[in-house]
């Protein structure tokens, strides 16, 4: 079995973009395998007591935090658009990420985070996301629909709050099957070595 | 010439210590050369409404903060103990290592991280600092003498002033020549590539 990490996702995340952006290749390079969860940063951030993103409320951060994403997305050649406003409301984001089959959300979540973060799209707006969810899914208004239903709002609920235990304050974060946490970024080739380097070992001459 | 780096460093925080063991030699594989400058961050916070550290702050990042500085410092083969109270109260060790030579200011640096990050020592005691200059110069109560003269508290003052007008609002933080803020240990190696990519072109053929 392959070492697994689970990637926390924010869709109103700049460093999560570059993240997915990268995640598959550097997963895959390390024979490790991803699960990709969406969550919203909004009630763990309210838990912590802010009211919106830590770039707002600390003006200075926010200006470093552009410059810094220009760097890496440059670095990448992925296009970087900070949206208007910032942070957009992700919840329509989330709740079809979470609607989706497991082994869809990739590239659905790479389709989003290009618009939000590439192009500056307005990812609240259901137009937006069924254009998204057209270039994955042959079904996209069953999936919006799904995105609607108490089952998806209450598992992406649930979602927010395993992840707050599991030691989530920020995204993207990476947690390890032995619990281990990686937040950022930068922090990507850590979580997966880890993960790897600390994988249950394969039981030998088991018969 | 050499391009050159400012390195922003503040005695109480976490990060800047394995920033501060790694520098010289990440610096000297790429021609780069480094101006090592304190600061004191108790201002910069305040003015952006913290009262203090970000990690008292959020306890969240505070407890993944202890978890990664071990992870680094365990990757680096050196000791990592949190002090208590943290953050220390660096004003003497910053006036200190800001009334020391330029030359002698690496060497100092290093000693006072280990022992207030490696050991757990009160850099804030007079006889902790004493012991650390000691190590590195001839003369430390000329030093610690020397640390409390209105020109030294001037000097970190205008130091600091100076840090947060070039963007400055945590620590480490490089600043390149040009301009380029590098904020974090993990942004080391990323500031000394741009210093050495963007550093002013030599003049050719000038006889």
């Known amino acids: 079995m392959s070492p697994v990490v689970t990637f926390w996702l924010e869709f109103a995340s700049t460093y999560t973009y570059p ?16 699960i990709w969860r969406p969550l919203l940063l909004g009630p763990i951030f309210k838990n912590q007591g802010m009211n919106t993103s830590p770039f707002n409320l600390f003006p ?3 200006r470093y935090m552009i410059r810094d994403m220009e760097r890496i997305c ?8 900070l949206p208007d406003p910032f942070p957009q409301n992700s919840l329509l984001a989330a709740r079809c990420a979470t609607a989706l089959a497991v082994e869809d959300r990739p590239a659905f979540v790479r389709e989003a985070f290009t ?11 259901p137009d937006v996301m069924r254009e998204a969810l057209k270039r994955v899914v042959q079904d996209a208004d069953a999936v919006i629909a799904r995105a609607q239903s108490d089952e998806v709002k209450g598992a992406l609920r649930a979602a927010t709050e395993e992840a707050e235990k599991a030691g989530v304050f920020g995204a993207p974060t990476f947690v390890c099957a032995d619990g281990e946490v990686f937040w950022g970024n930068d922090r990507l080739e850590a979580a997966l070595d880890w993960a ?6 394969e039981r030998l001459g088991a018969i």
């Open 19 to 34: 993240a997915v952006m990268r995640a598959e290749a550097e997963a895959a390079k390390r024979g490790v395998a991803l």
């Open 60 to 62: 200075g951060r926010g």
């Open 115 to 125: 618009m939000a973060f590439g192009e500056g799209a307005q990812i609240s707006e």
């Open 74 to 81: 440059g670095a990448l050649e992925i296009a970087f658009k």
């Open 196 to 201: 790897k380097d600390h994988a249950p070992k």
